[in-house]
Nanobody, 123 residues
């Protein structure tokens, strides 16, 4: 059974850091992405990685602050979030797909999703 399990969310003050983890079980994936959804807003792209080529993609709003990485030995993808602001408050979801190519920016491109992790940044 394929599962994506996120961990590492929590409450942090503005300017602080958090690291989210997305542990995959059941199989490996070619693409893993992170999306977030704030109350009353649509789910939005944050970052993604091509796990084979190592290519990474970032939303403009998080470039220079967030970093996606992968530990292939653990089949886990990490999202390091630095310089957090209250605007980063959302539920963060990891998503994965094994297609040869996906539109990494679209949530519809991913078949598998984690349960979400709450990130709250206080001012």
């Amino acid at each position: 059974q394929v599962q994506l399990v996120e961990s590492g969310g929590g409450l942090v003050q503005a300017g602080g850091s958090l690291r989210l983890s997305c542990a995959a079980s059941g199989r490996t994936f070619n693409f893993v992405g992170w999306f977030r959804q704030a109350p009353g807003k649509e789910r939005e792209f944050v970052t993604a990685i091509n796990t084979l080529a190592g290519n990474t993609y970032y939303a403009d709003s998080v470039k220079g602050r967030f970093t996606i990485s992968i530990d292939n030995s653990e089949n886990t993808v990490y999202l390091q979030m630095n310089s957090l602001t209250p605007e980063d408050t959302a539920v963060y979801f990891c998503a994965a797909d094994n297609a040869q190519w996906v539109n990494v920016f679209s949530p519809r491109a991913y078949e598998y999703w984690g349960q979400g992790a709450q990130v709250t940044v206080s001012s």
